[in-house]
């Protein structure tokens, strides 16, 4: 008897160690957006005539890149339009010039989303053109303003990315959007590729895509591009 119990106990053990379950084993992916709470500090440029004018205005959203992150707000007139305006240019347009936190990205979308509402935001409060929308950046804001208009084709009119770089399986969003490129060919930084990458899957699917490539330009191919006027009269000759 003392034998049999001993088997038991044995056989219990092995069951407790090595159940033998018939539930079916399944592997699966839950996706969600988790909104939280996003705080941008942001410029503001208004045209000189903004204030005795009832005309609507085009937009144009600037985004600096990864050197000027941070909670000091000047770092954002370091380049592009801020940087002229401060310098004394007077642009046609309101310019939203938003600072990016230390350690994120704008292509995040959390960043992207809270981009969104900045200038649904600025179209509530400002005499804004809908139908003229445009989205500008450098570097990590190259690749901000392509996630953005991927992000939200239907809000834009036209996009200038200079040195940046999208997600390729996304880009074929951008085929009615109008975009030109802006990229050195030597910039060891953000390689010239992602924007020759870009340009190559829309030039078949998009009539209004443009690349200029410098000759022997590193990562600052943003000075000579937003120096050039003809940049503004391009963006601004593109509406819905």
Not at 41 to 61: Q, R
Not at 138 to 154: N, T, W
Not at 168 to 173: E, V
């Amino acid at each position: 008897m003392q034998f049999f119990k001993f088997i038991f106990f044995i056989v219990a053990v092995l069951s407790a160690l090595y159940p033998n379950s018939n539930n079916e084993r399944n592997i699966k992916t839950f996706v969600t957006d988790v909104m939280i709470e996003v705080e941008l500090n942001y410029l503001l440029y208004l045209p000189s005539d903004y204030s005795y004018s009832k005309k609507a205005y085009p937009l144009v959203l600037f985004l600096h890149g990864a050197g000027e992150r941070g909670e000091d707000i000047d770092l954002v007139e370091k380049h592009g339009i801020p940087k002229l305006i401060n310098m004394g240019k007077d642009f046609s347009f309101i310019t939203i010039a938003p600072q990016c936190p230390f350690d994120r990205w704008w292509s995040d979308i959390v960043f992207v989303k809270a981009l969104i509402s900045l200038i649904e935001k600025t179209k509530t409060q400002y005499n804004v053109d809908d139908s003229r929308i445009y989205a500008t950046g450098l570097s990590m804001g190259g690749y901000g303003s392509l996630a953005i208009a991927m992000e939200r084709p239907d809000l834009f009119s036209g996009i200038i990315p200079i040195c940046g770089g999208g997600d390729l399986n996304k880009i074929g969003r951008l085929k009615n959007m109008p975009v030109w490129l802006f990229h050195g060919d030597a910039d060891t930084v953000v390689p010239v590729e992602n924007s020759t990458k870009i340009y190559d899957v829309l030039k078949s699917i998009n009539d209004n895509v443009k690349i200029t490539i410098y000759e022997n330009v590193g990562h600052d191919s943003w000075t000579e591009t937003y120096d050039n006027n003809d940049i503004y009269e391009w963006l601004l000759n593109q509406n819905k």
